[in-house]
């Protein structure tokens, strides 16, 4: 991995973080917040590609491990990647990777709308896909339970898809994947 690329994933790693300093919005009815940061692994996969975005979330996951304080509301350690919100969290480097590799598949034709139709098969269907059953299965609700309760996510994540999209698109040129794809 080059300098360059290390570079890329801790700072995307960085904006994660910082999207876990807004607070997030509880629901009462399910034990996983709103949060913005999967706004920061549309973003990672989009912008960096396959392999520099799944890294920077697999190093996010470290950080939280080690218990740095920078899932959503403060909190770190052991406890989120065993707790209801596990499923979600070890999603994002599995999200990262598939919104890189469809991202740069449809490089050199980079358009918004596919930008939006990726970050939402991968960013949110499978996310979803992946979280909540496993927030079921901690939370010892049925699977049918989880996934009705995920759909409360998918109107916000959808716009943090749009979002994602376009800024990827605005931020083309500065892109890893502009110098590997294109250049």
């Not at 996010?60 to 899932?71: K, T």
């Not at 740069?104 to 980079?110: C, G, P």
Request: no cysteine.
């Amino acid at each position: 991995m080059k300098t360059k690329d290390m570079v890329y994933a801790a700072l995307f790693a960085a904006l994660i973080a910082v999207l876990g300093m807004i607070p997030p919005i509880p629901l009462g009815f399910i034990p996983v917040p709103i949060t913005l940061q999967t706004l920061g692994v549309m973003l990672a996969g989009g912008f960096l590609g396959k392999k520099t975005g799944a890294i920077s979330l697999i190093l996010f996951i470290v950080l939280v491990a080690i218990g740095l304080p920078i899932l959503t509301g403060g909190s770190g350690g052991l406890a989120p990647l065993v707790g209801p919100t596990a499923g979600y969290i070890f999603s994002w480097p599995i999200a990262a990777f598939l919104i890189g590799f469809a991202t740069e598949k449809v490089w050199a034709k980079l358009k918004t709308w596919k930008l939006i139709l990726i970050h939402i098969v991968f960013g949110v269907i499978l996310v979803n896909l992946i979280g909540a059953p496993i927030m079921a299965l901690i939370t010892h609700t049925s699977i049918w339970t989880g996934l009705v309760s995920g759909i409360v996510f998918l109107p916000g994540d959808i716009i943090k898809a749009v979002i994602a999209a376009i800024v990827i698109v605005q931020a083309r040129a500065l892109s890893p994947i502009e110098e590997k794809v294109m250049g």
